[in-house]
């Protein structure tokens, strides 16, 4: 295959929803999809031009299918993504909410979690690989390939990280605070709420993350629906957030990734690439799904873009 500019790796799972406005129940009408932080950032990037490729694992059987078609329909290179027999596909039911959204993961044991570092052999060199702090949670395995991405399995790509704490799949906040933090350092661009920061590192400023992770060549903070400031070395650039309507705020974070990701393959300058995480974070802010798709989504992926 032809190397994308972004590559993106992680577990997406069966996602099962309440139509728009409806609440979950039985008998109630329900929409079957998929959805995982590091394919919704593919999704997100390639309707903004970006030739991305997403790679996982997943269960044999229709739910495995059904979870590939539905990234691959949004014009993501699914070609790479191994199909593990005797292992199930992730699933996970949300209550949708504009107040935060209640969302209950069944993935213990799933075919993604036994990612290994090993599968990073032969993969195509994108210009970015991106990854996030849900699959290092995963499994140890997962962990390991998490790290040898780091550590330059797919150099000279430059490795995105999604710190995207999740409590329940840590031990504790101690330790997920220790990994997350370590695996963050070593990340050429950092993506971190501030929220997330504090419950993890107890700081409550944009300032202290960046006093927390100095060595981060680029360090972008997200403040909900205040702002986002981007660290790039010494520099710093602050865009207000897009004001808008919450209908439901599960995968926000994701676009937002995903439109900075395009901006900076664009070439684009710091502001312009926070405006575009903006821009994407608020499509997803606006409806029931938690994929930025927008009108000119392309059914097969678009060219490679320029530096």
């Known amino acids: 295959m032809t190397a994308p500019d972004l590559l993106t790796i992680g577990e997406t799972m069966v996602l099962v929803a309440p139509v728009a406005g409806a609440a979950v129940a039985l008998d109630g009408a329900a929409t079957l999809g998929a959805g995982g932080a590091e394919s ?99 499994s140890a395995s997962a962990r390991r390939t998490v790290e040898s991405l780091l550590s330059g399995a797919l150099a000279p790509a430059e490795v995105s990280f999604d710190v995207n704490y999740r409590p329940a799949l840590w031990s504790s906040v101690d330790e997920a605070a220790a990994v997350l933090g370590d695996l963050a350092a070593r990340a050429d661009v950092v993506f971190v709420g501030r929220d997330e920061a504090e419950a993890l590192w107890g700081t409550t400023t944009s300032e202290q993350v960046r006093a927390r992770l100095p060595q981060v060549p680029i360090l972008v903070v997200k403040d909900g629906a205040v702002d986002a400031v981007e660290y790039s070395g010494d520099a710093v650039f602050r865009v207000p957030a897009t004001t808008v309507d919450v209908i439901e705020p599960v995968g926000a974070g994701d676009a937002f990734a995903a439109g900075w990701l395009a901006g900076r393959l664009r070439g684009d300058d710091p502001q312009a690439r926070l405006r575009s995480g903006h821009a994407a974070a608020a499509l997803v802010l606006r409806s029931f799904g938690d994929q930025a798709v927008s009108a000119a989504a392309h059914p097969t992926p678009a060219p490679s873009m320029g530096a």
């Open 40 to 138: 919704n950032v593919a999704i997100a990037a390639a309707t903004e031009g970006a030739r991305t490729a997403w790679y996982s694992r997943v269960g044999a059987g229709v739910l495995g299918s059904l979870v590939v078609e539905s990234v691959a329909r949004h014009g993501v290179d699914t070609s790479l993504v191994r199909v593990c027999p005797g292992r199930p596909t992730g699933l996970m039911v949300k209550e949708p909410s504009p107040h935060g959204s209640r969302v209950h993961y069944y993935r213990a044991g799933s075919a993604a979690s036994t990612i290994a570092h090993e599968d990073l052999d032969g993969l195509p060199i994108p210009r970015i690989v991106h990854t996030s702090g849900i699959t290092a949670a995963l």
